[in-house]
């Protein structure tokens, strides 16, 4: 990177770069992503599963009032999400974006007017646990979101092979469906954070600037395949697959690609590898053991 270009970089980033206030903002986004996937999954298992993968189900869905609130909280959750990849780095954003799984058992249960039970106290814990103890370790800072062509293109290849793939995949059980897709839109909503991360910088120079660069446009069509994707997955109607499935790959991508193409900074250390990887374990096992929450999977007759 040009001496020129790192040192604009670092007098940007003192300047943008506070961990409590992109912290705050992320979990903002979480709480309103989770009331969006709730909402979005109980209109999404009523549709006939013939739709998944096939624009009539995101026809169908428009007309459902539940499903356009949903959206209108993922509408709100995406501005938040935006406001914080402007300030900070993917792994710390989209980290914390794994406590929406706990905000959607919380509001699960308020929808249906029931109590937590001790296990799902627990599971709760576990995946709070385990995010807290990866960003203790891990000390995530900002990168440059200026990647070259070459690994842009590179980066949006993988994740439309990817996307494909499970698409091609998602075949046979609910389960096997729920699961392949949701993997699918974890992949595309990973790359998704990392163009929205891209815009977001891109908009230092003025919003004429962003309209004559790639981004703003990207960022449109990878949002509605990771929709389809998603709604297909909720679909498929074993949110105890599809959800935690996504909200574990997505994160994951997104810390990749800030590691491999962002050159975003987290403790590198022996020590601080192995409390990293115990800090993500503790997450997935949290989340998986969320997921089986009745106040998350429930689904409401249609």
């Given amino acids: ?36 996937s709730v909402l ?21 869905l428009v007309r459902q009032p539940l499903w356009l609130v949903g959206n209108v909280a993922d509408g709100l959750g995406y501005v938040f999400q935006f406001l914080a990849l402007r300030r900070g780095s993917l792994a710390l954003v989209e980290t914390i974006m794994v406590s929406g799984l706990v905000f959607a058992l919380l509001f699960g249960a308020g929808l249906d007017h029931r109590s937590l039970q001790r296990r799902e106290w627990t599971s709760a814990a ?12 891990s000390r995530p800072g900002p990168g440059h979101p200026r990647a070259s062509a ?16 499970a698409s091609v995949a998602a075949r046979g059980s609910a389960r096997r469906r ?46 509605l395949i990771g929709m389809l994707l998603v709604q297909s997955s909720f679909n498929a109607g074993a ?7 996504l909200t574990v790959v997505q994160p994951l991508v997104a810390i990749a690609i800030g590691q ?37 999977i429930a689904t409401p007759a249609a």
Avoid: D
């Fill in 1 to 36: 990177m040009p001496l020129a270009f790192a040192s604009h970089h670092h007098v940007n980033l003192r300047h943008v770069y506070r961990p409590a206030i992109v912290a705050a903002l992320s979990l903002l986004a979480a709480a309103c992503y989770a009331i969006a």
């Fill in 40 to 60: 979005q999954q109980r209109s999404a298992a009523r549709q006939p599963a013939r739709l998944a993968m096939r624009a009539g189900l995101l026809i169908r």
């Fill in 126 to 137: 576990v995946v709070v646990t385990g995010l807290g103890l990866f960003l203790a370790v």
């Fill in 150 to 165: 070459e690994a842009w293109f590179a980066l949006a290849a993988m994740t439309a092979v990817v996307a494909v793939v």
């Fill in 178 to 223: 729920a699961a392949w897709l949701a993997v699918g839109a974890g992949f595309v909503y990973g790359f998704t954070s990392a163009v929205t991360e891209r815009t977001g910088h891109a908009l230092n120079r003025g919003v004429l600037h962003v309209l004559t660069t790639w981004a703003p446009y990207t960022l449109i069509a990878a949002a």
């Fill in 239 to 245: 949110l105890r697959l599809s959800l935690p499935t």
């Fill in 260 to 296: 491999i193409v962002f050159n975003e900074k987290i403790a590198s250390s022996g020590p601080a590898r192995a409390g990293e990887a115990a800090g993500l374990l503790l997450m997935v096992a949290g989340v998986f053991a969320l997921a089986q929450s009745p106040a998350i």
